[in-house]
């Protein structure tokens, strides 16, 4: 997806969040509804894409509603890959890979007002304060002192499995994951649907 | 037309070098196809896809060149084992090896033993999952308040100290660790390398410039250390990120660790300072989180919680 397009949504958010919070929501009600309502109270996350929304922190469980991509949500409990979340007086489980957290504060929506700004209340320069950009990585001399103390922290195989058994870390057999199909581009998605609530 | 003088010269030349052994025949390969090229009727006028002759002029003198046929035989096999594909073991770690030790020259190990022998403990556990569990893995928190974690191959893995402090608990150092270990394991800077710099080193080589192996392996892996501000292919990165998520449920941890250090990464003012190369080399986190939200699915369904390890997890003092 494009940033541009990530921000045209996040800006439209930003604007439009109390109209369209409550077409966010379909629970076998007809959607894209006009919405009134405002987005959930103390609302401190969006959804990254829709997801249902279940009865527990299972697949199994039963759906409640669905949620759409864009809604903001409350936060209020985790177990393993599950977010318990609350949107619009339904509360129930999502998945935590269809959360983006924290949307409100300094974070991932703000880059709008961010653009062309110092933001506010961040002092960018501190005190000793070391960057390693481009050119300070380009520059860089090698340094064999510095290679040989690393060196010396090296962990050997047996080392690492005594760690691991010490704090009762079980390996488990988990397959690599594919990459995902093209067509679930992320935020690709149904900004037209969104635009239509307004 | 110099430039295609060059060429033909810099054919001839590998080909009167002398091949002592099957690790030339890739590089022999390449050369014939660029010969190829070279000689083939101009079906279109210019070769837009021919390698990019080394940035610096070197002159081509073939007599001087040839009289370097005895040279440096490690650094020439590995400038040919590079290009061929075909790095060996040594050969990879050689090129990690100057890519850490010019990292550490920008930004040095913090000075707390203690949180380096624990990120190599768990680095080291996580690596363990790999296929690759017998590399000489070495981990390592460097000085910088930047936001960002750096690989090279062999098995050096490096996170600055700005983005340790960013985690929560061990799960989450698990999730950054087991990313930085996939760029490793799929070998991405070494073929981007392959890519990029094996013709600019060749050129260098032949003009008689280069003494010894460091000089070719710096060659090889452009100015200082550079290469980790070189961004990856987008692909490479969603990869990293989805093998960071397995070999943390491998390793007997939460899968989420990584996907929480992307979320609060993106809390960060895209503005600021302390992301900005990473920002610059890395898909926006709100993208990879999407990527791996696509990736997972519900293929992590059946696993058991892992742990978080917070109880562990090594604070900075």
Known sequence: MTRGRFCLIARWLGLAGLVVSGSLLAMGTPPQKPARSVSEAGANAVMLKADELRAAPDAGANVLARVEKGARVRLLASQGGWRQISILGKTGWVRVLSLSADAQSSGAWSDLEALGKTPQGKVVAVAGARGLDEETLKTAVYSESELQFLHTFAMSRGEAEQFAQAAGLQARTLSYLDAPKQSEEPGAVNATSLLKGN | ?317
């Open chain 2, 1 to 317: 037309m110099k430039r295609k003088l060059f060429w033909l010269s810099a054919v001839l030349l590998s080909v009167g070098l002398g091949v002592n052994s099957g690790q030339a025949s890739d590089l022999e390969d390449m050369f014939k196809d660029v010969l190829k090229k070279k000689l083939a009727p101009p079906a279109q006028p210019t070769a837009p896809q021919q390698p990019v002759p080394p940035a610096q002029p070197v002159a081509p003198t073939p007599p001087v060149a040839v009289t370097q046929k005895p040279a440096e035989k490690p650094a020439d096999q590995l400038l040919k084992a590079l290009m061929g594909g075909k790095t060996s073991l040594e050969e990879e770690t050689r090129i990690g090896q100057q890519i850490a030790g010019n990292l550490l020259g920008a930004a040095p190990l913090v000075r707390d033993d203690s949180l380096q022998r624990y990120v190599n403990r768990v680095g080291r556990w996580v690596a363990l999952q790999t296929e690759r569990p017998d590399l000489a893995w070495h981990f390592g928190v460097i000085e910088s308040d930047d936001l960002n974690a750096f690989a090279a191959p062999g098995g050096y893995i490096f996170l600055t100290k700005g983005l340790y402090r960013k985690l929560k608990n061990e799960a989450e150092l698990a999730g950054v660790l087991g990313h930085e270990i996939g760029h490793v394991i799929r070998k991405h800077h070494l073929k981007l390398l392959q890519k990029s710099q094996g013709i600019a080193a060749l050129g260098g080589l032949l003009g008689g410039k280069l003494k010894n192996e460091n000089e070719v392996v710096q060659n090889i892996i452009g100015n200082g250390a550079e290469v980790v501000a070189r961004g990856l292919d987008k692909d490479a990165e969603y990869e990293a990120d989805r093998i960071g998520v397995v070999l943390s449920a491998r390793a007997g941890y939460d899968a989420y660790g990584l996907p929480a250090v992307l979320a609060e990464i993106g809390h960060v003012a895209k503005t600021d300072k302390s992301v900005s190369l990473l920002f610059k080399t890395h898909p926006l986190p709100e993208d990879r989180l999407g990527h791996l939200s696509d990736a997972v699915g519900d293929k992590l369904d059946a696993l058991a919680e892992g742990q978080s390890g917070v109880g562990r997890f090594y604070r900075l003092r």
